[in-house]
C-alpha cells in the first residue's frame, strides 16, 4: 500500500535550510546564510503581546484576524504604497507570509495549471505549488539583471499558465523592479488570463527608490493577491504574522481555505502586529539605515575582489557569480566551508538557475560582515 502522498514524497527539505544544518556544528565557522533580521523586536511590541497576555486575549479570533488590526493595516498599506483594502472583506491575517502563499495556491490552482516563477528564486514556492496540483516553470533572469520583463513572460507562458510570482525585492537577489519596469509590466500583464501573486514581504527594506506594488497600476488590483508581513520590516520572524490583500471576489475563497488550514493566526501576535503597525509603523527606519551601510561595506569588499555581482537594492542579500571550475554551486559552498570556514549559499538552492552563484546574506553585524569578507577574500588569493 502506498501510504504517502507522491507530490509530498517529490519535494525536498529547502537547500537553504539543507546547507545551514550541514554546516551549523561545524566549529569555528562564520555563517552568512541565514535571511533573518539580526535586530530584536522593538520593546513596544513586545510590551503589547505582554498586556494581551495579561488580559487574557488568548482565545481564537476572527478567522481573517481581529478587526481592529485588520483595519489598522488597511491604513498601514495605504499609507506606505498607496495600496486600497478593505479590511472587513479584502485583508486576511496569516501565520507568517508563508501561510499567506500557501493558501493562495491552494485556492488558485488545479491539476495541470502553470505557474511562472522568475529564477533564481526562494524555494518556497515550487513545492507549495506542487502540492496544490499545479507546475513551477521557471524564467531564466540572468540575462535580465534579474528582472521580470513582458519579453521573458511571453516565451515562457502557455495557454496553462495560471498565474505568476512577482517576489519584488527578491531573495535571493535583492533585485527591486523599478516604477518604469513595473509600468510596462502592469501594461503587458492588463489583458493577460493569469493571476499575479505579488509578494512584498520585503518592501519596508528598499535603498535607493520608493517601492511600489504592481496592485497600484489600472487594471492590476483585481487579479493581483499581494503577499506581506512584519517578519522583515519589524524583525518579527517568530511571531508568525502575514497578510494576504486581494479583492473581495478573491478573498472570500482565500478565506475558505485559510480556516481549515490554521482557524486563524496567533491571537497574541496580532495584538503584538497591532502596535507595529501602529506606533511602530516607521519601526524598519533604522534597520533599513543599518542595513543600507552593510550594503555598502559588502558591496565595496566584492568589488575590490573583482567578484561580479548586481547591486541589490532590497532585502539584505547580495548573490555573487563566482567562477566554480566545474563544481555545483552546492560543492563550491562546502569547498568554502571547509578551507575557509565560511557559510554562504549555495545559489542552486534557488532552483538549477542559481549554479554558479551564492547567496550572501548582509542581515548580520559588521564585525561578523568583516570576518566573512576577510576570509572571502583569503581563500580567493589562495
Known amino acids: 500500500m502506498k501510504l504517502i502522498n507522491s507530490n509530498v514524497e517529490k519535494i525536498q527539505i529547502s537547500g537553504i535550510r539543507q546547507f545551514f544544518n550541514m554546516v551549523a556544528d561545524k566549529e569555528d565557522i562564520v555563517s552568512l546564510t541565514i535571511g533573518q533580521p539580526d535586530f530584536n523586536t522593538p520593546q513596544h511590541i513586545k510590551d503589547a503581546a505582554n498586556i494581551a497576555i495579561d488580559q487574557n486575549h488568548t482565545s481564537y479570533t476572527h478567522n ?152 497600484t497600476f489600472p487594471g492590476m488590483r483585481q487579479k493581483t493577491i499581494v503577499i506581506n508581513g512584519l517578519s522583515k520590516s519589524h524583525a518579527m520572524t517568530g511571531w508568525r504574522i502575514g497578510f494576504v490583500c486581494a479583492p473581495d471576489n478573491i478573498a472570500k475563497h482565500l478565506l475558505k481555505v485559510h480556516q481549515y488550514n490554521v482557524s486563524c493566526a496567533t491571537s497574541i501576535s496580532q495584538y503584538a502586529a497591532y502596535a507595529a503597525v501602529t506606533e511602530g509603523k516607521n519601526d524598519a527606519k533604522p534597520m533599513r539605515e543599518a542595513y543600507r551601510q552593510r550594503r555598502k561595506y559588502v558591496a565595496d569588499r566584492l568589488t575590490s575582489m573583482g567578484i561580479d555581482f548586481i547591486m541589490p537594492n532590497g532585502a539584505f542579500y547580495f548573490f555573487p557569480k563566482f567562477n566554480v571550475d566545474g563544481m555545483s554551486s552546492f560543492d563550491f559552498g562546502l569547498d568554502l566551508v571547509d578551507k575557509a570556514k565560511l557559510a554562504l549559499v549555495p545559489g542552486d538552492a534557488f532552483s538549477p538557475i542559481g549554479q554558479g552563484y551564492m547567496r550572501l546574506s548582509y542581515a548580520y553585524n559588521m564585525d561578523t560582515l568583516s570576518k566573512g569578507m576577510d576570509r572571502l577574500e583569503q581563500y580567493l588569493k589562495s
Open 64 to 215: 481573517a484576524g481581529i478587526l481592529p488590526l485588520r483595519e489598522k493595516v488597511s491604513e498601514y498599506l495605504h499609507e506606505k504604497y498607496n495600496l486600497n483594502y478593505n479590511p472587513s472583506s479584502e485583508i486576511i491575517v496569516t501565520v507568517g507570509a508563508s501561510q499567506g502563499i500557501d493558501i493562495t495556491f491552494r485556492t488558485l490552482l488545479e491539476p495541470g495549471d502553470e505557474v511562472l516563477l522568475p529564477g533564481p528564486i526562494y524555494p518556497g514556492y515550487e513545492p507549495l505549488i506542487q502540492l496544490a496540483g499545479g507546475t513551477p516553470v521557471f524564467m531564466d533572469t540572468t540575462t535580465t539583471d534579474f528582472q521580470v520583463t513582458p519579453s521573458l513572460i511571453e516565451k515562457y507562458s502557455t495557454d496553462k499558465t495560471k498565474c505568476i510570482v512577482l517576489p519584488y525585492p527578491s531573495n535571493p537577489t535583492g533585485v527591486t523592479l523599478k516604477l518604469d519596469v513595473l509600468k510596462d509590466l502592469a501594461s503587458y500583464l492588463q489583458d493577460k488570463n493569469m493571476y499575479i501573486l505579488s509578494d512584498e514581504i520585503y518592501s519596508e527594506l528598499v535603498y535607493d527608490h520608493d517601492h511600489t506594488s504592481i496592485a
